[in-house]
């Protein structure tokens, strides 16, 4: 997507993994200048240092110059860690420089972490992400946005560089409260439809069939289109989201109702069948066939 930002901003990234390289390729793509964290956890940077980006050893360093750091790490304590070690993002941080955390994390931890930002001169908001990978790289994440409406207005137009959709939920950490909820339906329909495609197999049902029944009823949409081509050919490029990492926001979730004193009793199973599997690095279109072999 382009651009509608008046001028270039410089833009400081920690995290340029599956989802954060495409936000980088296309905040380059659309004019910004980049300087991201070198760290293993890095895919492949050759195309963005190409394209004029330029790599540092610190986040302290990432965060010198720039007008807005954006985070895009795993969760709360890789967020608190990067900004707050003794060489991170506010070591560096100039005043009115704006925090752009797009984890997913603990809205209790991102509301300590805006206040302490906002404390070292800073402005916060958090922005989180979905869809998968290939949007990223698309320019077509939908984001969901914590910030105050200014903040939120001056920063629209940069958001739109990587993002397709923008909701504004709220003050900050209402884009972390709403991903989390997001999260529990769209893994907790994942666990469902992965539970009657197993069910499906054992009594013989053809996966056309099933995917026909269930996509033109009540179990069709945008989780069961992502489950499609495993269910037929056992491609799960399409879903890359790790049990680990559903297992984590699941975690996050339940940490969350804790806090607000909600009823959790569907995600208590559904956080009990991902945090279950042993092997933690599949992808979540395979409990099909881990489901699909349990006796």
Request: hydrophobic content about 45%; overall charge negative; glycine content about 12%.
């Amino acid at each position: 997507m382009q651009s509608t930002t008046e001028t270039p901003r410089r833009i400081g990234m920690v995290g340029v993994g599956l989802m954060g390289h495409g936000i980088a390729r296309n905040l380059l793509k659309a004019g910004h200048s980049l300087i991201f964290l070198d760290h293993p956890g890095n895919q492949p940077v050759d195309d963005l240092l190409a394209a004029g980006a330029e790599s540092r050893a610190s986040a302290r360093e990432v965060a010198q110059g720039a007008e807005v750091v954006l985070l895009c790490v795993t969760g709360s304590p890789q967020v608190e860690a990067v900004l707050f070690s003794p060489d991170g993002v506010l070591a560096g941080l100039a005043p009115d420089t704006a925090v752009v955390d797009c984890s997913t994390a603990l809205p209790s931890s991102t509301a300590k972490v805006a206040a302490r930002v906002e404390a070292a001169g800073g402005r916060f908001m958090d922005a989180a992400m979905t869809r998968t990978p290939k949007e990223a790289e698309e320019g077509r994440l939908n984001l969901i946005v914590g910030a105050p409406q200014a903040l939120f207005d001056e920063l629209r137009p940069l958001l739109a560089c990587f993002a397709e959709n923008i909701a504004h939920a709220g003050e900050v950490s209402a884009g972390h409260t709403l991903k989390l909820l997001h999260n529990f339906v769209s893994l907790g329909f994942a666990a469902v439809l992965a539970e009657a495609a197993a069910a499906s197999r054992r009594s013989g049902i053809d996966d056309a069939a099933f995917l026909e029944v269930l996509g033109k009823g009540g179990g069709g949409g945008v989780v069961l289109e992502r489950l499609r081509p495993f269910i037929e050919s056992g491609d799960a490029s399409g879903f890359r989201f790790s049990v680990a990492n559903a297992s984590k926001d699941l975690g996050y979730y339940h940490a969350m109702t804790d806090e607000l004193g909600v009823a959790r009793g569907v995600a208590e199973a559904v956080h009990a069948l991902y945090s279950g599997v042993e092997d933690q690095g599949m992808a979540v279109p395979e409990l099909i066939g881990l489901l699909e072999k349990r006796s």
